[in-house]
Nanobody
């Protein structure tokens, strides 16, 4: 059974950095499409970053140049390095996994989320 556990969230001031982690088990993450999503109160969930089984990454325009998605295959762990954080980055962040990137949002396995709060 696929399990995802996020960690690393917290409260920072604008301009600060955080690194989120997502520990995966129950599958080999190299064969899965992986993604980070976020949801702020009163807003719809949005995709932040995605990495496919070939290592190709994609980012939402709002985080390009500030966030970096990486995978450590040996530890079966994903990371989201977030720099130059802005108050609008405040949200619950989730990682997700699915063999097919096209099905990631609707049918992926999800973690419980980790809260990121950025103050101005």
């Amino acid at each position: 059974q696929v399990q995802l556990v996020e960690s690393g969230g917290g409260s920072v001031q604008a301009g600060g950095s955080l690194r989120l982690s997502c520990a995966a088990s129950g599958y080999t993450n190299s064969s899965y499409c992986m993604g980070w999503f976020r949801q702020a109160p009163g807003k719809e969930r949005e995709g932040v970053a995605v990495i496919d089984s070939e290592g190709n990454t994609g980012y939402a325009d709002s985080v390009k140049g500030r966030f970096t998605f990486s995978k450590d295959h040996a530890k079966n762990t994903l990371y989201l390095q977030m720099n130059s954080l802005k108050p609008e980055d405040t949200a619950m962040y989730y990682c997700a996994a699915h063999p097919d990137c096209d099905l990631l949002d609707d049918f992926g396995y999800w973690g419980q989320g980790t809260q990121v709060t950025v103050s101005s």
